[in-house]
């Protein structure tokens, strides 16, 4: 299943009321591994049983355009300027094809993967100059909303490597390595620093999780989190027709 869908009839023509209401877009960082996705699907079910419209998306990725652009990103050999434009293009039509239409409409948007990503891996980790990231990040999503509570799922490379393997191995079909998925545990190390920066930055809009403590405890963690949103968020928002099928 791909992670760039939603089942809230997005296309739809209804405009809630609650759009401007408490936080709404949401991203999901941290190096391969760290359980995003697991913990993605979790954020989306409470809101979900609490009556709002969810949007799941992804990067590189997220709308036609920018998915194309992430099997070249992935895939291509090239240098890591080339890497950084090819991401924000797919970002700036992520954004104006899919996150800000849905936050238009009053949904929420859940992210794996946004701008803290670039920071961590093309910024700290490959040594791309921050100035000529925020210069583009600003350019990029000037004129709509940008992330509005980043949660970083913070783990050692070394033990998100074994998770990797562990991963692929229980697999019946082992997905083909992209080129991240072949860099060194030094590099994973440098991307976990990159975070910790863009937390520092960002103040209160963000939650610092240890990765590696259980599922259960992490998602106790998310609850405490989303609950005071969700009381300012109380009206249903989004089209409410359909259930959800992730
Ligand atoms: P992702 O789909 O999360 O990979 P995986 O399924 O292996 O966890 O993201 C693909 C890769 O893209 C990931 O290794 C990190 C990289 N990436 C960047 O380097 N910069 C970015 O801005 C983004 C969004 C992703």
């Not at 791909?2 to 877009?25: I, T, W, Y």
């Not at 791309?128 to 940008?146: D, H, K, N, T, W």
């Not at 939650?207 to 599922?215: E, K, L, P």
Request: include cysteine; glycine fraction near 8%; charged fraction near 25%.
């Amino acid at each position: 299943m791909s992670l760039f869908e939603s089942s809230d009839g997005l296309g739809s023509k209804e405009v809630p009321q609650s759009a401007n209401k408490g936080p709404r877009f949401l991203v999901l960082e941290g190096i391969d591994g760290a359980g995003k996705t697991t913990h993605l699907q979790f954020l989306a079910s409470r809101l979900r049983q609490a009556g709002q419209s969810v949007v799941i998306t992804r990067e590189p990725g997220g709308s036609p355009l920018a998915e194309s652009l992430r099997e070249i990103v992935l895939r291509s050999p090239m240098d890591g300027l080339t890497e950084l434009l090819i991401i924000f293009a797919a970002r700036r039509d992520h954004l104006r094809q899919t996150i800000w239409p849905a936050l238009e409409r009053g949904q929420w948007v859940i992210s794996d993967r946004f701008t803290d990503s670039t920071r961590a891996y093309q910024g700290t980790a490959r040594g791309l100059p921050s100035s000529l990231i925020e210069a583009m990040a600003q350019a990029v999503e000037a004129e709509g909303r940008g992330a509005d509570h980043v949660f970083y799922f913070d783990l050692p490379a070394e033990v998100a490597a074994k998770r990797r393997r562990d991963r692929s191995a229980g697999a019946l079909l082992a997905e083909e390595a992209d080129r991240f998925d072949t860099e060194t545990i030094a590099f994973f190390e440098r991307v976990r620093l990159g975070y910790r920066l863009a937390a520092e930055n960002r103040g209160s809009q963000q939650t610092w999780i240890d990765a590696q403590q259980s599922v259960e405890t992490i998602q106790q963690q998310l609850s405490q989190v989303l609950a005071p949103w969700l009381s300012v968020n109380a009206e249903p928002s989004g089209p409410l027709s359909q259930p959800s099928s992730c």
